[in-house]
């Protein structure tokens, strides 16, 4: 399923590919001060294939993409985590980033059960903070001071996946046991 822009171009969403990985470095590296090696994207891509999107325009650039992963805390619930979400600024407010996210969010949901997703996010990045907050029901969970190399702290962020659990699988919370 695709979104069209501004221009009625249509903007595929995919599950990333190896082939993807240098056009998702270059997309990080325009949008985001968080750089991030090529072997953490190649970590990413393998240990958790499914969970990984790209966005592309029509003539196949990267013009988005969500990197994910699940957190292996064996003390905590089954969960998630975003490692890095960027779109290009000729792309933004068109809805790609909940896009991203949300078919993240599912994939998290479908193979490994999880329960909720977590990201960081510079405390000073309104715009972000407006996404997570507003959009995609993120809530603050604690500020991690210090976080970012370069000082500056982050908000580290949750958002319950339960509502969304339901809505892939409705069989299932029809069933569920009331709290």
Same mark, same amino acid.
């Given at each position: 399923?695709?979104?069209?822009?501004?221009?009625?171009?249509?903007?595929?969403?995919?599950?990333?590919?190896?082939?993807?990985?240098?056009?998702? &470095?270059?997309?990080?590296?325009?949008?985001?001060?968080?750089?991030? &090696?090529?072997?953490?994207?190649?970590?990413?891509?393998?240990?958790?294939? &499914?969970?990984?999107?790209?966005?592309?325009?029509?003539?196949?650039?990267?013009?988005?993409?969500?990197?994910?992963?699940?957190?292996?805390?064996?003390?905590?619930?089954?969960?998630?985590?975003?490692?890095?979400?960027?779109?290009?600024?000729?792309?933004?407010?068109?809805?790609?980033?909940?896009?991203?996210?949300?078919?993240?969010?599912?994939?998290?949901?479908?193979?490994?059960?999880?329960?909720?997703?977590?990201?960081?996010?510079?405390?000073?990045?309104?715009?972000?903070?407006?996404?997570?907050?507003?959009?995609?029901?993120?809530?603050?969970?604690?500020?991690?001071?210090?976080?970012?190399?370069?000082?500056?702290?982050?908000?580290?962020?949750?958002?319950?996946?339960?509502?969304?659990?339901?809505?892939?699988?409705?069989?299932?919370?029809?069933?569920?046991?009331?709290?």
């Amino acid at each position: 399923a695709g979104i069209r822009n501004q221009t009625n171009h249509l903007i595929l969403f995919n599950v990333f590919q190896p082939e993807d990985l240098m056009n998702m &470095q270059h997309c990080n590296l325009l949008c985001l001060p968080e750089n991030y &090696q090529m072997k953490y994207y190649f970590y990413h891509g393998l240990s958790w294939p &499914q969970l990984s999107y790209i966005a592309e325009d029509e003539n196949g650039k990267i013009v988005g993409y969500v990197l994910a992963k699940m957190e292996e805390d064996p003390d905590d619930v089954p969960h998630g985590h975003i490692t890095s979400l960027a779109v290009k600024r000729s792309h933004r407010r068109l809805g790609l980033a909940q896009k991203l996210m949300d078919q993240a969010s599912r994939a998290m949901i479908e193979n490994f059960n999880a329960k909720y997703v977590s990201l960081h996010v510079r405390k000073s990045n309104r715009a972000a903070l407006h996404l997570y907050s507003n959009t995609l029901k993120f809530q603050i969970s604690e500020v991690e001071p210090k976080y970012y190399a370069d000082g500056e702290d982050a908000y580290a962020m949750k958002r319950d996946l339960a509502h969304m659990a339901d809505e892939l699988n409705p069989f299932v919370s029809a069933y569920r046991k009331p709290k």
